[in-house]
């Protein structure tokens, strides 16, 4: 017997002119163990595919290409006999009708700290919203590496730090987690990293930790990727002009209260709209994001593509190229 599916946020407002439907699903997603995983980085896709394009392709693979039902899983399918041709062949079927977003872990970790601890947290962290911390992010990034153990100790601070289940006390995190960035700032990492690291603030620290411990839901989860990942995927096919409906795989990271807060924050039009044609552009106060559904994979072909896709991205990131990064700018043919 199945459990009830869990989370998601069902359509309650009629959407507003123009609308597109797609199916989500990823790879390599590790819960909050963001540094311990033997995958560096999530994959998230979707596709725009109906129920019935879905189910041809999937036939299709299975036999044209000999893949039997238990090989529709990306490492089972790129093992198979004919998995180069049947790659090549699913990358044309799916040229302009999916879209494939990459998180790498390590540098989630360093936008979590440089979005939620030196500035006021918000939803947008993590996203291409939240652009006035990016080059800051990607400085003590790009600098860490060579602090090599230094730099492992201060990520993994930060985690025990965030994390809902610490293993001690919330004072003793918060020294660790200074006594970390205080051995970075003995290494060589260059200014605009120093400048990064002086600007972590004990009390500020204290304040974020206090009020994730007080349930304040306003400050988004720090070690869950998955709804950066989503709000990416909705805004590039939205791309300002149609909202978005979602049907995802299950995902306990989704609930209704992340979701409608992510979908309040989308709302706000003059964080996302910035070069769209306001002629074509959705009305101030509309969120691209529409709806989320969940859905169990075995019972959504659509689903099934899109885990295949993702699986496939994240042991060939090569594969991601424009036909893959940006849904066709093209009317959607689904109008509600």
């Not at 163990?33 to 896709?45: C, K």
């Not at 879905?54 to 039902?69: D, K």
């Not at 079927?93 to 947290?121: C, M, N, Q, S, Y």
């Not at 994730?212 to 709000?231: M, Y």
Request: charged share 25%; net charge neutral; proline share 7%.
């Amino acid at each position: 017997m199945r459990s009830p599916l869990q989370g998601g946020m069902p359509l309650r407002d009629a959407v507003v002119g123009a609308v597109v439907e797609i199916a989500c699903d990823e790879s390599g997603f590790s819960g909050t163990n963001l540094l311990r995983s033997t995958a560096p980085v999530i994959t998230h896709a979707s596709v725009d595919l109906t129920v019935e394009e879905a189910v041809a392709l999937i036939s299709t693979l299975r036999s044209g290409f000999r893949f039997s039902p238990y090989e529709l899983k990306s490492g089972r399918f790129l093992r198979g006999s004919g998995a180069d041709e049947a790659l090549g062949w699913l990358r044309t079927a799916l040229t302009g009708r999916a879209h494939v977003h990459v998180i790498d872990k390590e540098f989630f970790l360093v936008t979590r700290i440089v979005d939620l601890l030196l500035a006021e947290p918000t939803y947008a962290a993590g996203t291409r919203l939240a652009t006035e911390h990016r080059p800051a992010a990607l400085a003590l990034h790009d600098a860490g590496h060579s602090a090599g153990g230094d730099w492992d100790a201060f990520l993994t601070a930060f985690v025990d730090c965030v994390r809902m289940k610490r293993r001690l006390p919330v004072h003793q995190t918060v020294r660790r987690f200074f006594e970390a960035r205080d051995a970075l700032l003995e290494r060589d990492l260059g200014p605009a990293a120093h400048d990064v690291l002086r600007g972590l603030s004990p009390s500020h620290v204290r304040a974020v930790l206090s009020r994730l411990d007080n349930d304040d839901r306003s400050v988004p989860p720090p070690l869950e990727p998955l709804l950066p990942a989503l709000a990416e995927t909705v805004l590039s096919w939205s791309g300002g002009r149609r909202q978005v409906l979602v049907t995802h795989d299950e995902q306990s990271a989704l609930t209704a209260d992340r979701l409608t807060r992510l979908q309040r924050m989308l709302a706000d039009r003059s964080t996302w709209a910035a070069g769209t044609d306001p002629a074509g552009a959705l009305p101030d106060g509309v969120s691209p994001l529409a709806g989320l559904v969940m859905v169990d994979s075995r019972d959504d072909p659509r689903v099934q593509v899109a885990d295949l896709l993702a699986g496939v991205a994240r042991r060939m990131p090569g594969i991601i190229d424009d036909a893959l990064r940006q849904p066709p700018p093209t009317p959607p043919r689904t109008e509600r």
